[in-house]
């Protein structure tokens, strides 16, 4: 039988069958973060329960945390903190929290640590852990209630989900980013195109990306609806796995890693590399997204009224006009963060562009690395100094910061940023906050230029 | 045992409405799942003053009452909080109508009692339609028969069996899989020494 690598994953983890059509799923690793855990902890005390396989999970600090001091920075955000520290102590959990030098943003810190291989199943609570998809292992969001049977289990309920490929075929032009890529996705296959799949990216644009851009495109999957995403194992990830503390601890045999070559999917894509170009979203969606050299939608672009309704919304709350040009969007701020585009390579390619140049008056521009290792990374290979010197604001701690605005981040009621994160909802940034998606070097670019711009014309 | 729902239901035509619309995040820094009401739909219900938003349906009778809501496509994406589904729960909320959900919005419903029957486009804008009546007629959700009842119209829904069981039955997952501990460290038994994970603390 020909099966899918996501089918593989499943087989290799299905603890048992439940009577009414689920299975037990064991979950190889789990990620714990301060915010989406605590009440899963309290259900633990409610029931008396224990921890299952305390060595089994992780638990770092970056959400709530401020970015400018390793304090935090009110009474609210460090009682979630220290909430998560006291409930790691009691079960015996690794904890990496505020000053530690292996903290970050969860999804950034796993790859860093050497904790994810292929053939893995990873469970967090939060719904980007599609990111190890890149690695070939199976990674998924789940809710509090899950954390808990998780915490309790080492295992979840979990459902077979359909499955889809997305082939993305032919290489793409130079200034084109793993980023313009995964929004080309969202936009073809829309925002809730893959609910209720496990979607597999493959082509030799897929292929062709480094660990980073991997990581990038199965991040964002979750913006097309995939609980779960996935790129074939091969020599690139093999030799990613190399070199952190954790690896080499372990491994997982018994199947290669990939689809078989006959197997098929429930829903098939093909986009064409040579097709995408940067984008930039308009919208408050992640599916609603033009290249930059185009223009915002007209009402007269769409056919039923329920479209127009909702171009006409989303343009009044983002503050455009229909038809107004990309290029024409000024911005106020640019920030560069997030697990989607805050590793290394992500700030290597805006350093690129912001080398020599300087941040346009009137805008605000801040970069949060994605982990305290990747900073400290970053500021020994000279980029700090690249940043600074172009005028922008250079975090001395890791964290979620700006990508949601849960810690003193936010935007302002209309304020408008230049993102490289990965949701542009009503509020994300902040209450009444205008997000633009886009690559760390098109945010970089928007901030020097002061409105969004096409990263082609920076040589 | 609820096998059937039966309730005033609102009319919540958008598209997407992710999670961070059901329950914006300066109401997720809490340690507790109570308290939440206030949080959900926050910036659709209540203007910059606190003031409640008078074009927004849920503040305006016959659905102050509402139970049920018939929602736009998508709903429930962006991030995992279940925050939103206990937010939803407090309101008073037992049953949203779509056209689909994000996953783990679906799977983080069913955990607490939240019914997501899945229709067709067509029986969902036929239900919109119901719902924008403010004669404050009721719609009645029958888990058994998977079939939802508006006026003279009765429409099938979608839901998997063990969503329903968990609804009908209101089962605590943790207690249930715990059953299964047997089953859990056969497999352990069988993963080799480097399948098993150990985080450096
Ligand atoms: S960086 Fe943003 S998307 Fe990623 S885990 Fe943090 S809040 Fe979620």
Redesign the pocket.
């Known amino acids: 039988m020909n099966r899918t690598l996501y089918d593989k994953l499943v087989d290799a983890h299905k603890v048992c069958d439940l009577p009414d059509g689920d299975m037990l799923i064991y979950v190889d690793f789990h990620i714990m973060n301060e915010y989406t855990s605590p009440q899963a902890f309290s259900g633990l005390d409610t029931k008396q329960l224990g921890v299952w396989r305390p060595e089994a999970h992780l638990a770092v600090v970056?959400?709530v945390n401020a970015t400018r001091s390793s304090e935090p920075h009110d009474a609210a955000s460090k009682l979630l903190i220290d909430n998560l520290e006291a409930n790691c102590t009691k079960h015996g959990i690794a904890f990496y929290g505020l000053g530690d030098p292996r903290q970050g943003?969860?999804?950034v810190v796993v790859p860093e640590q050497g904790l994810v291989a292929p053939g893995m199943l990873i469970a967090c609570g939060?719904s980007?852990t599609t990111t190890y998809g890149a690695f070939g292992a199976l990674g998924f969001g789940i809710g509090t209630s899950e954390v808990e049977h998780v915490l309790a289990t080492q295992t979840l309920r979990y459902k077979r989900m359909k499955t889809m490929r997305v082939t993305v075929e032919g290489g793409t032009a130079p200034g084109v980013t793993a980023k313009d890529i995964i929004m080309k996705i969202v936009q073809v296959v829309g925002a809730g195109g893959a609910n209720g799949h496990a979607v597999e990216f493959s082509g030799s644009a897929i292929r062709g990306l480094d660990m980073a851009g991997r990581m990038t495109v199965c991040n964002m999957a979750v913006e097309l609806g995939a609980r779960a995403a996935l790129i074939a194992a091969d020599d690139i990830t093999d030799a990613a796995l190399l070199g952190h503390p954790h690896s080499g601890r372990f491994e997982f045999k018994g199947e290669s890693w990939v689809s078989d070559p006959e197997a098929e999917f429930d829903k098939e894509f093909v986009i064409s590399g040579a097709d995408i170009e940067p984008l930039i979203t308009w919208g408050t969606s992640p599916d609603q997204s033009i290249p930059i050299t185009a223009n915002v939608p007209v009402a007269a672009d769409y056919v039923s009224p329920k479209a127009k309704a909702a171009l006409e919304r989303s343009l009044q709350y983002m503050g455009l006009s229909e038809g107004q040009s990309a290029q024409s969007i000024e911005i106020d701020t640019a920030f560069i963060g997030?697990?989607?585009n805050s590793r290394i390579e992500d700030l290597r390619e805006a350093a690129k562009i912001l080398e020599g140049r300087h941040v346009a008056t009137g805008v605000e521009a801040i970069v949060v690395p994605g982990s305290a290792m990747t900073r400290l990374k970053a500021e020994a290979e000279g980029l700090r100094a690249i940043f600074e010197t172009a005028g922008f604001e250079w975090r001395p701690e890791a964290g979620?910061s700006m990508?949601?605005a849960m810690n003193d981040d936010i935007a302002m009621d209309g304020e408008r940023v230049a993102s490289s994160?990965?949701r542009n909802f009503e509020g994300r940034q902040g209450r009444g906050a205008r997000t633009h998606l886009m690559s760390p070097a098109m945010v970089a670019a928007a901030a020097v230029s002061g409105h969004l711009v096409d990263v082609r014309d920076f040589k | 045992m609820t096998k059937t729902i039966k309730g005033i239901a609102a009319p919540l035509p958008l598209a997407n409405v992710d999670t961070d619309v059901i329950m914006p995040k300066r109401f997720l820094i809490t340690i507790t799942r109570e308290g939440l009401a206030d949080g959900t739909f926050a910036d659709l219900r209540f203007d910059n003053a606190g003031q409640h938003r008078p074009e927004f349906t849920l503040n305006q009778a016959p659905w102050t009452k509402a139970t049920i809501l018939v929602v736009g496509d998508n709903f429930g994406c962006g991030?995992s909080r279940e925050h939103a589904v206990w937010g939803m729960r407090q309101l008073g909320i037992s049953a949203c109508i779509g056209t689909g959900f994000a996953g783990i919005f679906y799977d983080n419903a069913r955990k607490n009692g939240l019914a997501l029957p899945v229709v067709s486009p067509a029986a969902r804008d036929a239900l919109l339609q119901f719902a924008s009546n403010p004669s404050g007629a009721e719609i009645s959700i029958d888990l058994n028969s998977r079939t939802i009842t508006a006026g003279e119209t009765s429409v099938p829904f979608e839901m998997d069996d063990a969503t329903r069981t968990s609804l009908i039955r209101g089962r605590d997952d943790t207690l249930d899989s715990l059953e299964y501990a047997g089953a859990i460290r056969d497999f352990e038994a069988g993963l080799s020494d480097g399948m098993r994970i150990s985080v450096i603390k």
Do not use: Q, R, V, W
């Open positions: 970056d959400h943003i969860e999804h939060d980007h997030s697990c989607t979620c990508c949601l994160t990965n | 991030s």
